[in-house]
């Protein structure tokens, strides 16, 4: 079914990737970017954190701007510029290989 990389950023700087099998992805599946998880589905128990994006299978990034989970054109301009840029949207689907999350406090802090 759907396996997902969970790549969890700690306040410190550091990053650790941790691979979620199908029954742990499942959990994920329906959260939009900025949702607060709890780290114990993630093997964390003692952080809370956020989601703050992820990528399909191709590549293309989560943007929150865009509603649903669908990939979808947006228009881009930049200095005068106009491209067309493929987005995926806020809405974590089956289709989603990586999840970015922030690990934002920890459980039982007043931080």
């Known amino acids: 079914m759907v396996e ?26 329906g959260l939009k970017i900025g949702d607060k998880v709890d780290g114990g589905l993630v093997g964390k128990p003692e952080y809370v954190l956020v989601l703050a994006g992820g990528s399909d299978s191709a590549g293309f990034p989560m943007d929150k701007s865009v509603q649903g989970g669908a990939l979808v054109r947006i228009i881009q301009r930049k200095r005068g510029t106009v491209r067309k840029i493929l987005r995926r949207g806020a809405m974590v689907t089956e289709s989603v290989v990586q999840l970015n999350m922030k690990a934002v406090k920890k459980v039982g802090s007043n931080e």
């Not at 997902?4 to 599946?29: M, N």
Request: hydrophobic share 40%; proline share 4%.
């Open 4 to 29: 997902l990389k969970a790549v969890v950023s700690y306040p410190d700087g550091k990053a650790e990737t941790v691979k979620l099998d199908s029954q742990r992805a499942s959990a994920f599946i």
